[in-house]
């Protein structure tokens, strides 16, 4: 085997406007380059603390269960019904999106069985639907996703659905991957059992420590399993001798990603929870006002303002705008999932990528790489101005 002859790492200078990751802000590149610590180290245990302190700020929630799993979203999502679900389980499942999907295929490895509510792609689920399945087939846990990034919907009526579930004595589980730092989310107001996010998206920090929090009606539901969670990295009746009092060794910590979730979520303290979901609003309010104007449409009926799924004029080929976009100007989107694969541009709004430069950008860039097509790009750039 020869040396290799590698050179050295010089990425690309992105803007990532895409599904996540999301520009990661200078101060969690800097959290990024300070000095390892051991994971037991007194210090360590310390920011630990800190970490789960900001964690129940950013959910809303004071859920003594706030924790960061090593790994990316997925892992959070395994977590969450890996310890959940019990074989025999039968958990109500959304077909409207990639997502769900996913949820789906987890349950089904943790042994549980699934049975899908089904909304088209683009809409969100309808209460009355869930209503229906609950009657149907009595579930055991209800699981949704509150912004399903592969469609562009908000989930909205969050409190409803917990209430349906808790009036058939169900649980909920909810993927707030796409919503937690950048669109309302409130734990504990909404009454959420169980709820993960990622890093990448909303936070702006790199993927690799994902927010977890479980009630305690979440909690007694794994303490009464019988049967043992399959995982035992996930397994959260083991994460609870690193995480609660005892700090004992489980696994090692990735302690660079949790010191990176640490400054992201002193980041969106200081902005305020509240003032940073208006600021997605707002700026991603632009970006919709902006290819409205350019006579684009949304493919979404519930807005996600940290992700706009926006419909490409007929036959115009997805993956060449996407490059034209990467290549020309060195901005990040991504192409459609599933039933809308080919059919549009999804276009994040997440965490620091969610500024007005990055949004003119953009608007900007896209008129370009449409030239020829049937759009107003100096339209859309104007109405995005008045809004900001
Ligand atoms: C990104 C995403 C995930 C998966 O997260 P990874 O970090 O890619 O593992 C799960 N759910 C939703 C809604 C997502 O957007």
């Known amino acids: 085997m020869q040396r290799p002859e590698v050179g050295e790492l010089t990425p690309p200078d992105r803007t990532l406007m895409g599904p996540g990751p999301s520009d990661v802000h200078p101060r969690v590149r800097r959290a990024m380059t300070t000095p390892l610590v051991g994971h037991l180290d007194p210090a360590f245990v310390d920011l630990m603390d800190e970490v789960q302190e900001l964690l129940r700020?950013?959910?809303r929630t004071d859920n003594e269960w706030t924790i960061p799993i090593s790994g990316t979203g997925s892992a959070a999502m395994e977590a969450a019904i890996g310890n959940l679900v019990e074989p025999d389980d039968t958990v109500l499942v959304p077909g409207n999106g990639y997502f769900g999907g996913r949820m789906a295929?987890?349950?089904?490895?943790?042994?549980?069985?699934?049975?899908?509510?089904?909304a088209p792609w683009g809409e969100p689920l309808d209460v009355d639907d869930v209503r229906a399945a609950f009657d149907s087939h009595d579930p055991d846990?209800?699981?949704?996703?509150?912004?399903?990034?592969?469609?562009?919907?908000?989930?909205?009526?969050?409190?409803?659905?917990?209430?349906?579930?808790?009036?058939?004595?169900?649980?909920?589980?909810?993927?707030?991957?796409?919503?937690?730092?950048?669109?309302?989310?409130?734990?504990?107001d909404w009454d959420v059992d169980v709820a993960y996010s990622a890093a990448q998206k909303c936070?702006?920090?790199?993927?690799g420590a994902s927010p977890l929090t479980?009630?305690?009606?979440?909690?007694?539901?794994?303490?009464?399993?019988?049967?043992?969670?399959?995982?035992?990295?996930?397994?959260?009746?083991?994460?609870?001798?690193?995480?609660g009092e005892e700090r004992a060794y489980?696994?090692?910590?990735?302690?660079?990603?949790?010191?990176?979730?640490?400054?992201?979520?002193?980041?969106?303290?200081?902005?305020?929870?509240?003032?940073?979901?208006?600021?997605?609003?707002?700026?991603?309010?632009?970006?919709?006002?902006?290819v409205e104007a350019m006579g684009l449409d949304l493919a979404s009926t519930s807005w996600?303002?940290?992700?706009?799924?926006?419909?490409?004029?007929?036959?115009?080929?997805?993956?060449?705008?996407?490059?034209?976009?990467?290549?020309?100007?060195?901005?990040?989107?991504?192409?459609?999932?599933?039933?809308?694969?080919?059919?549009?541009?999804?276009?994040?709004?997440?965490?620091?990528?969610?500024?007005?430069?990055?949004?003119?950008?953009?608007?900007?860039?896209?008129?370009?790489?449409?030239?020829?097509?049937e759009i107003d790009a100096d339209a859309g750039l104007a109405a995005a101005r008045e809004r900001l």
């Open 141 to 188: 846990l209800l699981a949704f996703v509150h912004g399903e990034t592969s469609t562009g919907v908000l989930q909205p009526d969050v409190s409803e659905l917990t209430d349906l579930a808790h009036d058939n004595d169900a649980l909920t589980i909810v993927d707030a991957v796409t919503t937690f730092g950048g669109v309302e989310l409130r734990v504990d």
């Open 304 to 373: 996600l303002p940290s992700l706009n799924t926006v419909r490409l004029p007929a036959g115009v080929d997805d993956g060449a705008v996407i490059e034209g976009l990467l290549d020309g100007y060195d901005i990040e989107v991504a192409g459609g999932l599933g039933d809308l694969s080919g059919e549009v541009l999804r276009v994040g709004c997440m965490g620091h990528s969610a500024r007005p430069a990055n949004v003119l950008a953009l608007l900007a860039a896209l008129g370009n790489v449409l030239e020829g097509e």
């Open 57 to 59: 700020y950013a959910f």
């Open 250 to 290: 489980h696994h090692t910590a990735p302690i660079t990603n949790v010191y990176a979730l640490r400054e992201a979520l002193r980041l969106a303290a200081e902005e305020g929870i509240e003032a940073r979901w208006e600021r997605h609003e707002h700026v991603a309010g632009a970006l919709r006002a902006g």
């Open 214 to 243: 479980l009630n305690e009606r979440a909690m007694a539901k794994i303490e009464e399993r019988d049967a043992t969670v399959r995982s035992w990295y996930l397994d959260l009746s083991k994460l609870a001798d690193y995480w």
């Open 203 to 207: 936070l702006s920090a790199p993927p």
């Open 105 to 118: 295929s987890m349950v089904e490895r943790a042994g549980g069985e699934t049975v899908t509510v089904d």
